[in-house]
């Protein structure tokens, strides 16, 4: 790679197996971008081919002059702002933080700002556009009222090799929640899909042609000696990421999350759904060593499995 500009980078290639589409070519070379980011560089002309223009399609051939020029992110209208995060782990590649309930993981309606995303530019000022421009660094979500360990992306390559892991199912994302009553059998595996919900548009629902979604749970502990029917502080482990998949996947079962106003009811025991990312564990998207983080239930949530065990 060479730098004609301090705001473009430049690349050349030369071709040496041909007989491939060309986004697929660039896609396989170690550009640290995805094949998407890729076609849209070559329809807007950053891509050509022996000098000349070029179409994601387009077969090159060995021998061929390849040229790719990467502009610098647009600017995003995002502001760092210093909010208190929690960092478990962090280096030059990636950082893993403990999110605090509350807090929504990038802008959207409601939350133009003061979101995860902002408290990241202001921490790592050098994510900016990395696997985006409105959601920079991030690979994976948890909901606003959700808490626990998330990872983030700081490069092109951790964010494409991170992203990859996930959609391949190699990372582990576990989960403690405090459930209405107690499932049977102890443990056990939800398989139904999720989709939207037919009626209520900003609900989810298990929904027939919804996508496929799977979520295993284990029972760690049951406090029976309450109201009936009880309440469950249960593990569970997702196999695939769908919007809102565990709340959803426990009420269709019949154990609502406990404080989940949407998809269950309103508790005194908490102010939030009771969910919590507890466990997490990937490969290191540079070195493929294994990392494995957890994490305790947060302030807000130990009060309420103290009160059922008579603490």
């Known amino acids: 790679m060479t730098s004609e500009s301090a705001l473009h ?26 094949r998407s980011r890729l076609q849209r560089l070559i329809a807007d002309g950053q891509v050509s081919v022996n000098g000349g223009p070029a179409k994601p399609s387009q077969k090159v051939r060995a021998g061929d002059r ?14 760092a702002q210093d909010i208190p995060v929690t960092v478990v782990y962090q280096d030059q590649d990636l950082v893993v933080i403990d999110k605090p309930a509350g807090l929504a993981v990038h802008p959207g309606p409601g ?26 660094g991030i690979v994976h979500r948890l909901d606003k009222d959700t808490s626990g360990l998330m990872m983030v992306a ?24 405090l459930v209405e009553g107690v499932p049977a059998p102890s443990q056990g595996k ?21 996508k496929e979604a799977r979520t295993s749970y284990k029972l760690r502990e049951k406090f029976q000696d309450h109201s009936p029917p009880g309440y469950s502080l249960i593990e569970l ?7 809102h998949q565990i709340r959803v996947h426990m009420a269709h ?15 005194t025991l908490v102010d939030r759904h009771f969910l919590h990312a507890f466990h997490l564990a990937f490969k290191h998207p540079v070195n493929g060593e294994p990392l494995e983080f957890q994490t305790g239930l947060p302030s807000d949530l130990t009060p309420a499995i103290d009160a059922l065990r008579g603490v």
């Open 9 to 34: 980078e430049f690349w050349e290639f030369r071709v040496a197996v041909g007989e491939s589409r060309l986004d697929q070519y660039l896609a396989g070379l170690d550009t640290g971008l995805t």
């Open 66 to 79: 390849v040229t790719l020029s990467v502009p610098p992110p647009r600017p995003s209208g995002l502001v």
């Open 111 to 136: 939350h133009p700002d003061r979101t995860l995303v902002n408290a990241l530019l202001a921490m790592c000022p050098d994510i900016q556009g990395i696997g985006g421009e409105i959601r920079p």
């Open 154 to 177: 700081k490069t092109h390559q951790a964010h494409n090799n991170l992203s990859d892991q996930i959609k391949a199912r190699q990372v582990t994302k576990g989960y403690l929640a």
């Open 190 to 210: 939800v398989d139904a899909p999720v989709g939207r919900h037919p009626r209520r548009r900003t609900r989810m629902a298990v929904v027939v042609g919804g």
């Open 237 to 243: 482990y997702l196999e695939t990421g769908r919007t």
């Open 253 to 267: 079962i019949g154990h609502p999350l406990v404080g989940d106003t949407t998809y269950g009811h309103a508790s």
